[in-house]
C-alpha cells in the first residue's frame, strides 16, 4: 500500500508505505489517502473538489504567446495571452523582468530592447505546472 500525505491545498508533501505511519503524519491540517505505485508529488495533486480525494494529474498552466521571435527594436512585441488570474510570468535573459496576470483570459505584450534568448516560465495557481517558452530577440 501506498499512501499520499497532502495539505488543504491538495500538494503531496510525502508519501508512506505504511498507514500506522501515514496517520502519524497528519497533523497540522495535513491528510492521507490512498494511492497507486508510481505516484508523483511532482506531477500529481490531490482533488478535493469531490466526497473522495483523488490523486490526479497536475494540469499545465495556460498561456500561449504570439510566437518565438521578436525583433530587439523596442516597438515588436511578443503578446502572452490566455492567462488564468494570478499567473506569474518570470523572463530571464540579458534583461530579466517579471509580471503577473491581472483577470482570467488575461494578456500582457512585451516589447524587447536587447537581443539574445530568454527563457520565460509561466507559473500559474496550485495545482498548475509551470510552461517553459525560449523567446530569440534578434537585431533585425
Given at each position: 500500500?501506498?499512501?499520499?500525505?497532502?495539505?488543504k491545498?491538495?500538494?503531496?508533501?510525502?508519501?508512506?508505505?505504511?498507514?500506522?505511519?501515514?496517520?502519524?503524519?497528519?497533523r497540522?491540517?495535513?491528510?492521507?489517502?490512498q494511492?497507486?505505485?508510481?505516484?508523483?508529488?511532482?506531477?500529481?495533486?490531490?482533488?478535493?473538489?469531490?466526497?473522495?480525494p483523488?490523486?490526479?494529474?497536475?494540469?499545465?498552466t495556460?498561456?500561449?504567446?504570439?510566437?518565438?521571435?521578436?525583433?530587439?527594436?523596442?516597438?515588436?512585441?511578443?503578446?502572452?495571452?490566455?492567462?488564468?488570474?494570478?499567473?506569474?510570468?518570470?523572463?530571464?535573459g540579458?534583461?530579466?523582468?517579471?509580471?503577473?496576470?491581472?483577470?482570467?483570459?488575461?494578456?500582457?505584450?512585451?516589447?524587447?530592447?536587447?537581443?539574445?534568448?530568454?527563457?520565460?516560465?509561466?507559473?500559474?495557481?496550485?495545482?498548475?505546472?509551470?510552461?517553459?517558452?525560449?523567446?530569440d530577440?534578434?537585431?533585425?
Amino acid at each position: 500500500m501506498l499512501y499520499a500525505i497532502y495539505d488543504k491545498d491538495g500538494r503531496i508533501i510525502q508519501f508512506a508505505h505504511r498507514k500506522k505511519f501515514a496517520e502519524m503524519q497528519c497533523r497540522n491540517g495535513r491528510r492521507k489517502v490512498q494511492c497507486s505505485e508510481g505516484a508523483s508529488s511532482e506531477t500529481q495533486y490531490i482533488d478535493t473538489s469531490g466526497t473522495t480525494p483523488t490523486p490526479k494529474p497536475r494540469p499545465d498552466t495556460t498561456c500561449t504567446t504570439s510566437g518565438n521571435t521578436v525583433a530587439a527594436d523596442g516597438t515588436s512585441t511578443i503578446e502572452f495571452s490566455g492567462m488564468d488570474d494570478g499567473t506569474v510570468v518570470k523572463i530571464k535573459g540579458p534583461v530579466t523582468a517579471s509580471f503577473t496576470a491581472d483577470g482570467d483570459n488575461a494578456s500582457k505584450s512585451i516589447a524587447f530592447t536587447s537581443p539574445g534568448k530568454y527563457r520565460v516560465i509561466a507559473q500559474g495557481i496550485f495545482p498548475a505546472l509551470p510552461k517553459e517558452f525560449v523567446i530569440d530577440v534578434t537585431n533585425e
